[in-house]
């Protein structure tokens, strides 16, 4: 047997009244009262172990209550099946009691001494149980009938109270049903159902955004079968359920309708240069238009011009668009599955994404947004989850290290001043691989405060944190500091560099102290540049031969007497893809003519790769060799721009 009731809570004796026809498809809401004898006494609470409501009354002294917001309904019902007395009862009492939908006894409701928590429901066209009749026959149930005026009476046998207790249903003759949600705008989302009934009084919109729990937005009137919900926010996920009303009555909810508010983005008109957007989405697809605007389907702009796309699931997507005149949106009719982001400016005539961060799709994990793109906000903006951020050029994003999302892995970020990362280094997301700022990165806090797993950090202009080179990641790869400024100091030997470190980079007024002997640097140091700090204590020393045999790319410059790379032993093998040699110490601690010489000999032995090639080595002494002579001549035959004093 079906069960199609649901009320939430009072229960009514009722009288029956001939037999008549029930009409087929109509919804009963039924609106309880109890009796009282004289003097006011209320119904007994249960009695006995079979925890039984007992109701009793005295013929002729029921008193009528007004409505309460409990209601009974029933849907489709033939017959709704009350348990009375199993003995004759000749004036006093009647028991009802009730299954509810998992056929559980329902139990006393200590608050409510009258409630009835559920009644057995027989739908149209359906038949009792073997075990449902034996219960129905055994405790001498009886049926509620229903005439043709839709008015529906009871009757409780043997007991003689039942004579006056009378009243008429609240009848409804259909339910909403089948109902959709579509977005129409980022603010509006269009609902619509099928409406069956012509006795309500109107409909409650409810709305919720998980699922599970709903609140009335709206209440509409009769005869209706549209809503528009305009009070939705860009990018939430909303979940609707409809149903109709009748007094305090109400139907069945409709089916559970979800959708998404779609994302506007909003781009600045520059001119009638192209630009092109990447998305990645995932589950199902996802459409966009665009306003003021045209999509094409190449970098040219001559392929296949509209105002609305698909973007498939599948890998990243890429789209090429239009502004030209005024400034013009793409709706981004996401379904909460676009988790990838790219937009490039490609020109200076290109259309500008100009808006706040917060108001992108809060599922994208990757951003790279480049060129000069204008997006607002705070690193808390991005979206928990975000795992990779990209920012160059014009986007204006300021917070502290302990608002970003603590998903971050890698970090590139290009601003205007108005832009900034500040804050202790401690607050940086533990996970974070790369950091790598154009400008106003400002850190404070030691090395020692760093993710430990960090590989790349490089900062142009700012502040870094301060401390020993041995709290600097084991892991890290790469190193650049340009520019930097601070009250602390970073100081440490070539030995105590990480072993994985593949770049180091100290250019400019940094507070880099580095020393010891090129000798120890890691092994796997292929590209190494470093402005010398005028202080005797830090000297850098060694034999140039020695410096690690994959290097690439070299370039020191003396600011004082700390940098003591003056020997060279002939006979080195030079990387094959070699393109930066800039050896510039203070000439009294560079090399002598004859270790130029032989420096220029090993080079020319040596492919050399880039387009940009340079040799610039300082010495002493520096007379030249018919030998080096030749080296000289062939490494400018290999392209190598070359210069030594």
Known sequence: MQRG????GIGFPLAIKG???????????????????????????ITGATDYLTIAGVAGSETYQAPHNATYEAADTDYIWFK????????????LIGYDLQRTL?????????????IIILKAGETLTASERNIIFQY??????????????????????GQNLWYPAIVLDGEPSTLTAVAETEAKINLAWINTSTTEDGFKIERGTDGINFSVIDTIGAGLAVY??????????????????????????????????????TFLTMGSGVADLKFTVITTNVTMTITNGTFYDNLAATLNAGTTRTITTGGIRTFYFKVPTVDGYILLFHKGNVTQMNHAYNTTTSPKLSMALSLLPRQITTWNINGLNNLTGTWADFPAGTTIISLSQANVITGAPSDIPSTVTDIYFQSTSSGYLSGACSGLPRGLLSINFVNYLLLTGTWADMPTGLLLYSTQSGSAPSGNISDWPRTLTYMYLWNITGVGTISGTCAQLPRTLTSLTS????????????????????????????????????????????????KLIQFGAQIRINDYTSGRSWSNSVNYIYHQPSSSYGLDSTEVDNLLIDLANATWA???????????????????????TTLVGKGVTVTTS
């Open 5 to 8: 009731l649901r009320h939430s």
């Open 19 to 45: 037999g008549v026809a029930k009409p087929n498809g109509a919804h009963f809401l039924f609106w309880g009262k109890y009796s009282e004898i004289s003097g006011g006494q209320m119904p007994n609470k």
């Open 84 to 95: 009375t007395d199993s003995t004759q009862r000749t004036t006093t009492t009647a028991e």
């Open 106 to 118: 329902v139990k006393y409701d200590d608050n409510s001494p009258y409630q009835i928590r559920e």
């Open 140 to 161: 001498m149930w009886l049926p509620i009938l229903w005439d043709n005026n839709l008015n529906a009476y009871g009757h409780i046998k043997g007991n003689r109270i």
């Open 228 to 265: 528009a919900d305009t009070t939705v926010t860009t990018n939430l996920h909303y979940y609707y359920r409809v149903r109709a009303y009748k007094g305090t009555g109400y139907t069945e909810y409709t089916n559970i309708a979800n959708e998404w508010a779609p994302c506007k983005l």
């Open 507 to 554: 250019s400019g007024h940094t507070l880099l102290r580095l020393y010891g002997d090129v000798a120890d640097l890691p092994t796997g140091l292929t590209t190494f540049s470093y402005h010398g700090y005028n202080a005797a204590t830090y000297i850098l020393s060694g034999n140039l031969a020695s410096i690690p045999s994959g290097i690439t790319y070299w």
């Open 610 to 632: 880039g387009s940009t090639k340079t040799l610039n080595v300082a010495g002493y002494n520096a007379a030249r060799t018919e030998a080096s002579d030749a080296a000289r």
